[in-house]
C-alpha cells in the first residue's frame, strides 16, 4: 500500500515556541493531505484540509493562525504549531490522498506533541 | 456531539474465537463507513468499508455488517488471530463537497493465544 511518513515522530518542546512536522507521501502524488489531532481516549480530530498549491481549510474551532499549514508540493505538507502552549501536546497525525477521495486515506505514523 | 460512537473501550478474545466490534452513529447523512486498524507507533491502516446502500460486505476473515434503521455497524472477524490485536477505529464519511471522516474513539481489540 501506499505510504506516508511523518517527521518527527516525538518532540518535546518549551512554552512559547514553534514547532514544525512534516508529513510526506513517499511513493504517491497527494493532491490531498489531511490533519488530524487525537487526544487521550478521544476520536481522531479532523484539524484541516489542504489541497496542494493552495490555502488550508481548517474545521470550525481550529485557529488557522496557530496551525499553520503549507502544502507546497504534491508530496509534502507541513504543520507548524505557532507559540505552543501545555495544551496542544497531542498527537498529531496526517494522512494523504491521491484522488482527493476521503475513503483512500493513508495515514502517517503520527507525531507526538509534549509542550512544557 | 459525538456522531459515531464507540461505546466499548476494549475486549478480549480467545485466538479462533469470532470478534465483534460494534460502532453506533447519530448522522443518517453518512453514506460510507469504513474500519480502521492501528498499531502502536503506526498510524491507522485501511481495513474495509460498506457503502450505505448496503448491508454486508466481506473480505477474508472481516466481514462489515450495517443495519441503517438502528444506525448500527459491526465488524466481525472470524477466526481471530493474535495478530489482530490492536486498536480498532470506526469511521464514517459523507460525500459531496466538505465530506470529511469522522471517527469513533476506537476499541483495544485483545486476542489471547
Known amino acids: 500500500g501506499a505510504v506516508v511518513s511523518q517527521h518527527p515522530s516525538r518532540v518535546i518542546c518549551k512554552s512559547g515556541t514553534s514547532v514544525k512536522i512534516e508529513c510526506r507521501s513517499l511513493d504517491f502524488q497527494a493532491t490531498t493531505m489531511f490533519w488530524y489531532r487525537q487526544f487521550p481516549k478521544k476520536s481522531l480530530m479532523l484539524m484541516a484540509t489542504?489541497?496542494?498549491?493552495?490555502?488550508?481549510?481548517?474545521e470550525q474551532g481550529v485557529e488557522k493562525d496557530k496551525f499553520l499549514i503549507n502544502h507546497a508540493s504534491l508530496t509534502l505538507s507541513t504543520l507548524t504549531v505557532t507559540s505552543a502552549h501545555p495544551e496542544d501536546s497531542s498527537f498529531y497525525i496526517c494522512?494523504?490522498?491521491?484522488?482527493?477521495?476521503?475513503?483512500?486515506?493513508?495515514f502517517g505514523p503520527g507525531t507526538r506533541l509534549l509542550v512544557l | 456531539d459525538q456522531q459515531v460512537k464507540q461505546n466499548s473501550p476494549s475486549l478480549s478474545v480467545q485466538e479462533g474465537r469470532i470478534s465483534i466490534l460494534n460502532c453506533d452513529y447519530t448522522?443518517?447523512?453518512?453514506?460510507?463507513f469504513l474500519w480502521y486498524k492501528k498499531y502502536p507507533a503506526e498510524g491507522p491502516t485501511f481495513l474495509i468499508s460498506i457503502s450505505s446502500i448496503k448491508d454486508k460486505n466481506e473480505d477474508g476473515r472481516f466481514t462489515v455488517f450495517l443495519n441503517k434503521s438502528a444506525k448500527h455497524l459491526s465488524l466481525h472477524i472470524v477466526p481471530s488471530q493474535p495478530g489482530d490485536s490492536a486498536v480498532y477505529f470506526c469511521a464514517a464519511l459523507t460525500t459531496g463537497a466538505n465530506s470529511k471522516l469522522t471517527f469513533g474513539k476506537g476499541i483495544t481489540l485483545s486476542v489471547r493465544p
Open positions: 448522522n443518517s447523512m453518512f453514506d460510507y
Open positions: 494522512s494523504a490522498t491521491a484522488g482527493g477521495r476521503q475513503e483512500t486515506q493513508y
Open positions: 489542504s489541497n496542494e498549491g493552495s490555502k488550508a481549510t481548517y
